[in-house]
């Protein structure tokens, strides 16, 4: 019987894991299983993979925690075991009381069956009498928007409308610990808004929630602390900007790795099906005076060198520059035409150079696609360039702690009102 904690006594975390460990064993054969069934201690027919190793943390009510990591770092494996869905080898995970998951929003719900009878369903497995949930369906038909679609089988609707139905009967029903897998915002932008008002909600009301994403916006705005997973073992728990910071130096570290050598990332990068008439010679990064440089810092100038080789004398073509995130969210663009340069008749070889005086990016490694174009528009949206390297430069910006974070640097300083 749990009793109410004294002012003396401190309260009892919702969540206590200590030195949990994970460990799956593979089997090349259900045949190899039995073997080493049989023959007892000493044989060994399986490999093993240690998924999560020395896990340890308390949650109490009204807090939540976000789990960052590279992928295959163990967070998925954790929810689970918080979920009660998969059982750890070693180590101990308690939680006291009611668990909800969105682990994936799909999953559970009969498609032969209508929205309302789905609800129905999820209530008896749930252990929810008739009376909560008639006095929960309204709220959650209206959270999740499907109106008189919800009297429909659930294999009419979209994947948005899936979502947002298990969404909203996630964050509904009777839970005192939400795990969510990479789905906190789902559907259009007013759902995503609605949504995040919904767990702030929770959250004061004192329900906790553990989130595991790769969206550094989502785990900014719900969590006030972090647990940082390296290869499922802890690398760093604290408040969010310090294990953000951490997490950002490996994700940089690991995409070094990767595209040191690529040659699509060194400048040589292989046009996909294009007009051809006008070639991109190569693309060169450089300094403000004019020396090609690696890094760059924020706020500094950037040029861009495009060298060009004309097969045939080409009217008016247009050179455009695109930056994208390592995510592939596209940041910036701009092309001669906005920039008013009219390049006339090129013919044979030359270069163009687009200058960013500012390049008010924080730190982070950005990619470039460099196209030639025999137009503006029409063949930007039929995707017929003369030539185009799709995001084939990396674009290394460097900032330090004064410049602040996020992705877009503003000039700014603080100080006293006097």
């Given at each position: 019987?749990?009793?109410?904690?004294?002012?003396?006594?401190?309260?009892?975390?919702?969540?206590?894991?200590?030195?949990?460990?994970?460990?799956?064993?593979?089997?090349?054969?259900?045949?190899?299983?039995?073997?080493?069934?049989?023959?007892?201690?000493?044989?060994?027919?399986?490999?093993?993979?240690?998924?999560?190793?020395?896990?340890?943390?308390?949650?109490?009510?009204?807090?939540?925690?976000?789990?960052?990591?590279?992928?295959?770092?163990?967070?998925?494996?954790?929810?689970?075991?918080?979920?009660?869905?998969?059982?750890?080898?070693?180590?101990?995970?308690?939680?006291?009381?009611?668990?909800?998951?969105?682990?994936?929003?799909?999953?559970?719900?009969?498609?032969?069956?209508?929205?309302?009878?789905?609800?129905?369903?999820?209530?008896?497995?749930?252990?929810?009498?008739?009376?909560?949930?008639?006095?929960?369906?309204?709220?959650?038909?209206?959270?999740?928007?499907?109106?008189?679609?919800?009297?429909?089988?659930?294999?009419?609707?979209?994947?948005?409308?899936?979502?947002?139905?298990?969404?909203?009967?996630?964050?509904?029903?009777?839970?005192?610990?939400?795990?969510?897998?990479?789905?906190?915002?789902?559907?259009?932008?007013?759902?995503?808004?609605?949504?995040?008002?919904?767990?702030?909600?929770?959250?004061?009301?004192?329900?906790?929630?553990?989130?595991?994403?790769?969206?550094?916006?989502?785990?900014?705005?719900?969590?006030?602390?972090?647990?940082?997973?390296?290869?499922?073992?802890?690398?760093?728990?604290?408040?969010?900007?310090?294990?953000?910071?951490?997490?950002?130096?490996?994700?940089?570290?690991?995409?070094?790795?990767?595209?040191?050598?690529?040659?699509?990332?060194?400048?040589?990068?292989?046009?996909?099906?294009?007009l051809g008439k006008l070639r991109i010679a190569g693309v060169d990064l450089l300094d403000g005076a004019g020396r090609p440089a690696e890094e760059f810092a924020s706020g500094g100038p950037v040029r861009v060198r495009i060298r060009y080789r004309a097969e045939e004398p080409v009217e008016e073509p247009i050179f455009r520059v695109q930056i994208f995130r390592n995510d592939g969210l596209w940041l910036a663009g701009t092309n001669t035409a906005r920039g008013e340069l009219a390049l006339g008749r090129v013919e044979g070889e030359g270069a163009v150079i687009l200058e960013?005086?500012?390049?008010?990016?924080?730190?982070?490694?950005?990619?470039?696609?460099?196209?030639?174009?025999?137009?503006?528009?029409?063949?930007?949206?039929?995707?017929?360039?003369?030539?185009?390297?799709?995001?084939?430069?990396?674009?290394?910006?460097?900032?330090?702690?004064?410049?602040?974070?996020?992705?877009?640097?503003?000039?700014?300083?603080?100080?006293?009102?006097?």
């Amino acid at each position: 019987m749990e009793t109410s904690p004294t002012s003396s006594e401190p309260a009892r975390p919702l969540v206590r894991v200590q030195d949990l460990l994970k460990v799956y064993r593979f089997y090349a054969s259900p045949l190899a299983r039995v073997r080493e069934l049989v023959a007892g201690r000493g044989a060994r027919y399986h490999r093993e993979h240690t998924a999560l190793e020395g896990i340890s943390f308390e949650l109490g009510r009204g807090e939540a925690l976000g789990l960052l990591g590279l992928n295959g770092s163990g967070k998925s494996t954790l929810l689970r075991i918080l979920s009660g869905v998969t059982r750890p080898t070693s180590g101990s995970c308690e939680v006291a009381g009611r668990v909800s998951t969105l682990l994936d929003l799909a999953a559970g719900f009969n498609l032969d069956l209508s929205g309302h009878q789905n609800l129905d369903l999820a209530a008896m497995l749930l252990g929810l009498g008739s009376d909560a949930l008639e006095r929960l369906r309204p709220r959650i038909v209206e959270f999740s928007g499907l109106g008189e679609a919800m009297d429909d089988p659930v294999r009419t609707y979209s994947s948005g409308m899936v979502m947002r139905l298990g969404f909203a009967l996630a964050v509904h029903v009777p839970f005192d610990l939400l795990l969510i897998d990479e789905v906190l915002l789902v559907g259009d932008e007013v759902f995503q808004r609605q949504s995040l008002r919904r767990i702030r909600e929770l959250l004061a009301d004192g329900k906790s929630i553990v989130l595991a994403s790769h969206s550094l916006g989502d785990l900014t705005a719900v969590c006030t602390k972090l647990l940082l997973l390296e290869r499922g073992r802890p690398a760093l728990a604290g408040p969010t900007g310090e294990v953000i910071q951490r997490y950002l130096e490996s994700a940089e570290r690991q995409a070094r790795r990767i595209t040191e050598g690529d040659r699509l990332l060194q400048g040589t990068a292989v046009p996909q099906e294009t007009l051809g008439k006008l070639r991109i010679a190569g693309v060169d990064l450089l300094d403000g005076a004019g020396r090609p440089a690696e890094e760059f810092a924020s706020g500094g100038p950037v040029r861009v060198r495009i060298r060009y080789r004309a097969e045939e004398p080409v009217e008016e073509p247009i050179f455009r520059v695109q930056i994208f995130r390592n995510d592939g969210l596209w940041l910036a663009g701009t092309n001669t035409a906005r920039g008013e340069l009219a390049l006339g008749r090129v013919e044979g070889e030359g270069a163009v150079i687009l200058e960013y005086t500012s390049l008010n990016l924080l730190d982070g490694d950005y990619f470039l696609s460099v196209g030639a174009w025999p137009d503006e528009y029409p063949s930007y949206l039929a995707r017929r360039p003369f030539d185009l390297h799709d995001r084939a430069y990396v674009l290394r910006v460097r900032s330090g702690r004064p410049e602040g974070g996020g992705i877009v640097f503003s000039p700014h300083r603080w100080r006293l009102e006097e």
